[in-house]
């Protein structure tokens, strides 16, 4: 109903008119930016949600992805503006083309903060995101010689105008050695259908982009220059180390200064900040807002004891992660060196902890030193939550035990979503159609209601989804083939795994599956149908044998399809540069969604509710939200193996695992992993990257591939014959598709401000 009334409000703003000529006698470049303009006014017109409380959600990372399209659905503005188009003879398809992906995010957890702001705006709440303008977002992803090669992404150097606008406010952030001046770019950020939030993003103006040489590095002594050239660099050495300790400060000393100074004038007097600001701290990363926020406040003249209170009812913060190396814990002497105004502050803090509480684990300041940002997170704010109720769960019970023993109020659970305007209304236009004439759009604000679908489930439903799904299937062979040559046949089973680059998400258990697949067809065991296996994922540019997966994965690409009878059955692609936009060409063609990360080491994962949604049968151990998603959906319309989190954290404390065991007595994973040896593979690839590889396997192993192999064959081949029996597949892909609602990001973003934030929402 709201967006028909949009609809006409907004009818009128004609393209010719944005462009100063007709549509006919523009160049597709015009049009862009022709609807840029259009975007921006329809975006300046709805203003942005108001209130006297406001939310900061500061995060290293925001991963937008393309905005036009999203843009246009959420004004209300799509159709018009296509049907215009349309009428001219051109494609807003190829418009797209033009715009260039802000790649400001590593995965899951820049992409969530996107999302989440998406959700912030549509639901009324005042919220600001507050983030880095990083010149390059993360690298741009090729492959040569079946290895991955990086180069800066350098998505601000448009040939066409910017999403981006320059604020007025200028603020100056002080390092221990020399002063920087910021700016700030505020980007609207639309809501579905109501106003909009904002995303802002600083940037220093001493940044030299000159300074960027042989692809992505630069002289990272040269700090003031540096500093926002690119999204994490290399951390690698202590100077890529320190520098991001550089960037996270300033972050945290512009979001500090931006807050206080904006609610002093909304009338806080600051002794009563928490009922102006409440900010949301995503992961460790911007934790230095904590001792920043309390210095400010001593500055203007608050009792530090005071201070300190007031920042933890302003601060709330969420875990991601239970991985030991991506807790940050930074040696006081980069501190020190960075910002040694907070120092005295951090040093306050943990006396403070030191005083009350005896247990190690719970110190801010270690033995060595080093300073614990989690842990000085959990004592300075009034909320950690976890992303998925396993990882809740973990957290609570193992990896925070001690803290929650000190805070049982403080800690929640708040499972992540997507936001259904991008993950299916623009990226599935199709489905989206389908379940609007199914039930109704009442869903598109209310997720919960395709839950209705399963009222309507019949023969004609199941095939309109079927042809739905070949026909996104044809959709992506033809992006493929032109993005990167790869021919795929629609035909065959899309087999799905897209995801960032790391041992605990299990690349290389896909990988020994496909070498026994092949091995197997190679013996004259020949699959029921085609199978495609689809990845893409980035490694990080120092994670060697993250690196050694995609060699081995491309190497194994290339003999498949070199051979004659194999290449019948399976074939192996992997996606150059996996992004927003490709992951929203291809979740829509998915079949099968591999979710198959170690149990107990994926927080939550938010692919695995894209693929459901877009009606993929996940594939998957109990962990992160896939433990949600098989409990919604019910076990017949799931596929789930391997060990559980509870054996997995067991094996662990217990430290007796040994692959070499499992490589010894089990002939197929020996097969698969000499396999990574063989003839055929050293002669399409790099005999050390492979050779560090299978060792890697047979000596450490240490997310546990082996102990899972065998079910997760079985479970594979049960899922390919399910595949067969059309009818039933496409029935347990409604079922998917029925119950995703529940992880719709409104749900999630209400779930926080009813517990953490507790903003009003701007009616009007
Ligand atoms: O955050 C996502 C989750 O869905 C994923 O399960 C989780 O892996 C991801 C250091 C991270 N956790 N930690 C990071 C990113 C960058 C970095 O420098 C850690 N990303 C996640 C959303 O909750």
Not at 128 to 138: M, N
Not at 202 to 211: N, Q
Not at 381 to 390: C, D, F, W, Y
Not at 549 to 558: E, K, N, R
Request: charged content about 25%.
């Amino acid at each position: 109903m709201a967006d028909a009334v949009t609809q006409t409000r907004d009818a009128g703003t004609g393209i010719a008119r944005y462009a100063g000529k007709p549509i006919a006698n523009c160049t597709n470049l015009e049009l862009f930016n022709a609807l840029l303009r259009m975007v921006r006014d329809a975006a300046q017109a709805r203003g942005t949600n108001q209130g006297k409380k406001r939310l900061y959600y500061v995060s290293a990372e925001f991963l937008i992805g393309k905005l036009l399209s999203n843009n246009l659905i959420n004004l209300g503005l799509y159709e018009q503006v296509r049907a215009e188009l349309a009428a001219a003879g051109r494609s807003l398809a190829e418009l797209e083309e033009l715009e260039s992906e802000p790649s400001l995010g590593n995965g899951g957890l820049g992409r969530l903060a996107a999302c989440f702001l998406d959700s912030c705006a549509t639901l009324g709440l005042p919220a600001d995101g507050i983030g880095l303008a990083y010149h390059c977002g993360l690298f741009r992803q090729s492959f040569l010689g079946n290895k991955q090669c990086e180069t800066p992404d350098g998505w601000l150097t448009w040939g066409q105008e910017s999403w981006m606008r320059r604020a007025s406010l200028h603020q100056t952030v002080s390092f221990g050695d020399f002063d920087v001046t910021s700016t700030l770019y505020d980007i609207d950020v639309t809501g579905y259908g109501s106003k909009c939030a904002r995303l802002r993003l600083f940037d220093v103006d001493s940044a030299d982009e000159r300074l960027i040489k042989d692809g992505i590095a630069f002289d990272k002594r040269r700090v003031a220059q540096g500093l926002t050239l690119f999204l994490y660099p290399d951390d690698s050495d202590d100077e890529g180390r320190i520098l991001r300790v550089y960037q996270e400060y300033f972050m945290c000393s512009n979001a500090a200064q931006l807050i206080l100074a904006e609610c002093e004038e909304r009338g806080s007097n600051l002794r009563d900040l928490a009922d102006y600001a409440a900010v949301q701290i995503n992961d460790t990363h911007p934790s230095m807002i904590i001792p920043e926020l309390i210095r400010l406040l001593v500055q203007r003249g608050i009792a530090f004891d005071e201070a300190r209170g007031i920042v933890r009812d302003v601060c709330a913060y969420t875990n991601h992660t239970i991985l030991a190396e991506a807790l940050e814990c930074w040696p006081k002497s980069f501190l020190q060196r960075v910002a040694p105004q907070i120092v005295p502050i951090i040093e306050r803090l943990d006396a403070d902890v030191r005083k009350s509480c005896k247990e190690p684990f719970v110190q801010i300041v270690d033995e060595h030193d080093n300073v614990h940002m989690a842990n000085m997170d959990i004592h300075l704010s009034h909320s950690t939550n976890g992303v998925a109720a396993l990882h809740t769960k973990i957290l609570e019970d193992v990896e925070l035990a001690p803290f929650r023993r000190l805070y049982p109020e403080r800690f929640n659970n708040k499972t992540n979503g997507i936001t259904f305007r991008r993950w299916c209304i623009a990226c599935n236009p199709e489905l989206a159609a389908l379940v609007d004439r199914t039930i109704g759009d009442g869903w598109r604000h209310d997720a919960t209601q395709l839950e209705r679908l399963l009222e309507h489930e019949d023969d004609a439903l199941l095939g309109e989804l079927a042809a739905i799904k070949r026909r996104n299937k044809e959709r992506f062979a033809t992006w493929i083939e032109r993005h990167q040559g790869a021919k795929v046949d629609p035909e065959s089973v899309f087999d799905v795994q897209s995801k960032r680059l790391h041992e605990y998400k299990r690349q290389q258990l896909n990988l020994l599956w496909a070498i026994d697949a092949y091995l197997g067809i190679k013996a004259g065991k020949l699959p029921r149908r085609k199978v495609t296996v689809i990845f893409g994922a980035k490694a990080a540019p120092a994670y060697t044998i993250a690196k050694d997966v995609i060699h081995a994965i491309l190497c194994l690409s290339q003999v498949v399809a070199a051979d004659p009878v194999a290449n019948k059955w399976l074939q192996i692609v992997m996606i150059e540069n996996y992004n927003v936009t490709a992951a929203e060409r291809l979740i829509p063609a998915a079949d099968i969604s591999e979710q198959i990360s170690l149990a107990s080491k994926e927080a939550s994962g938010t692919g695995n509710m894209k693929f459901m949604l877009n009606g993929a049968l996940t594939l998957g151990t109990m962990d992160g939200a896939n433990v949600e998603i098989a409990g919604l959906v019910g076990a017949g319309n799931i596929f789930t193996f391997g060990e559980s989190s509870d054996e997995v954290i067991a094996r662990y404390q217990r430290g007796d695992y040994d692959p070499m065991s499992y490589y010894q007595d089990d002939e197929r994973i020996k097969a698969a992993v000499d396999f990574l040896l063989s003839h055929d593979m050293l002669a399409a690839g790099d005999g050390h990257s492979l050779d560090r590889l299978a060792h890697e396997l047979m000596c450490k192993d240490w997310f546990m591939t082996f102990p899972d192999f065998d079910a997760y064959l079985a479970e594979k081949d049960r899922m390919l014959e399910a595949a067969e029996d059309e009818a039933t597949w496409q029935s347990k892909c409604l079922v998917n598709i029925a119950k995703a609602g529940f992880f719709s990001s409104d749900r999630t973003i209400a779930e926080y401000n009813r517990d953490i934030w507790h903003l009003t929402p701007d009616a009007d």
